[in-house]
């Protein structure tokens, strides 16, 4: 069974950056895609950023476009979300996520932006 734990959440001020990692805890030899989504207050939880198994395809919703990069580490078992130019609209909970048919969750991690 696949475990995800997100890391990096907090408060940060409008502008700023932050990095969300996701380790993924699973079985070998399994390949299949790895995304970020979210949930903010009083909306329903978006896809952010969905990467294939060998990063040559990456989806990003269209308010994170040119601010936020997915990236995956196969060998560490780690997918990153890097977040720049961060906005008062990005506060939200972040989930990582796992398309393993049926997909797994972790957790979640509160991502706070101040303006």
């Known amino acids: 069974q696949v475990q995800l734990v997100e890391s990096g959440g907090g408060l940060v001020q409008a502008g700023d950056s932050l990095t969300l990692s996701c380790t993924v805890s699973d079985r070998p030899g399994r390949v299949y895609d790895l995304g970020w989504y979210r949930r903010a207050p009083g909306k329903e939880r978006e896809a952010v950023a969905i990467i294939s198994p060998t990063s040559d395809r990456i989806i990003y919703a269209d308010s994170v476009k040119g601010r936020f990069t997915i990236s995956r580490d196969n060998n560490k078992k780690t997918v990153t979300l890097q977040m720049n130019r961060l906005k008062a609209e990005d506060t939200a909970i972040y989930y990582c996520?796992?398309?393993?048919?049926?997909?797994?969750w972790g957790p979640g991690i509160q991502v706070t932006v101040s303006t």
């Open positions: 996520y796992a398309d393993t048919r049926p997909g797994a």
